[in-house]
């Protein structure tokens, strides 16, 4: 199936810096999601995007709905040890059970 | 809010056995369900989506006599791996969205299915 590109596909940084990560679709979406995914649990929705153009945080997480409507961004700032996982972003459009169309995931660590 | 657990967590089983697994919105009333599978350091992939009292929508590729989903109630669905066998040991997740939430899933925990 359809999958979105996602990029670095992997990070290693130092506790204290900040982390930048993205997104692309060759097709619109009318919603962005980002989700971090701990090992062995299930994803767990950080930022939610419902307009073109929208920034949004949520703590030390940023996120954009690109103007375009093809890609989204996700900013962690002043990164911490347990920001540890496995990032993903998904895209959905109204109708079809609005099922999500997933990134193949940013995997960061973080070094004390 | 917006809970989502499934049963059980972690299951072994032998080659050839059939194995269900519970997905259960705690508190909401969830139309639909969403049913994935992950490998390692793989990104997650549908295997169907699950409307209440109707027939589950497969996607391509998915054998739905391999895979059994039952959505008897606005709360729980079922996943059935039948004669399970190796290759299908892998981490399945089941999701619901919110009615109201229109376009957000939440998910379960998942289940570590295990296939000697």
């Known amino acids: 199936g359809q999958q979105l590109n996602q990029s670095p596909q992997s990070m290693f940084i130092q506790e204290g810096e900040d982390v930048s990560m993205n997104c692309t679709s060759s097709s619109i979406f009318n919603t962005w999601l980002w989700y971090k995914q701990d090992p062995g649990e299930g994803p767990v929705l950080l930022i939610a995007?419902?307009?073109a153009g929208e920034l949004t945080s949520n703590g030390r997480l940023t996120a954009q709905f690109g103007i375009t409507r093809k890609d989204s961004f996700l900013n962690i700032s002043a990164s911490i040890p347990s920001d540890v996982g496995i990032y993903f972003c998904?895209?959905?459009?109204?109708?079809?059970?609005?099922?999500?169309?997933w990134g193949l995931g940013t995997s960061l660590a973080v070094n004390p | 809010g917006a809970v989502v657990s499934q049963h059980p967590s972690r299951v072994i089983c032998k080659s050839g056995t059939s194995v269900k697994i519970e997905c259960r919105s705690l508190d909401f009333q969830a139309t639909t369900m969403f049913w994935y599978r992950q490998f390692p350091k793989k990104s997650l992939m549908l295997m169907a989506t699950?409307?209440?009292?109707?027939?589950?929508?497969?996607e391509q590729g998915v054998e739905k006599d391999k895979f059994l989903i039952n959505h008897a109630s606005l709360t729980l669905s079922t996943l059935t791996v039948t004669s399970a066998h190796p290759e299908d040991s892998s981490f399945y997740i089941c999701?619901?969205?919110?009615?109201?939430?229109?376009?957000?899933?939440?998910f379960g925990p998942g289940t570590r299915l295990t296939v000697l």
């Open positions: 998904a895209g959905q459009n109204a109708g079809n059970n609005r099922k999500l169309i």
């Open positions: 995007l419902y307009k």
């Open positions: 699950s409307n209440e009292g109707s027939k589950a929508t497969y």
């Open positions: 999701s619901a969205r919110v009615p109201g939430a229109v376009n957000e899933q939440f």
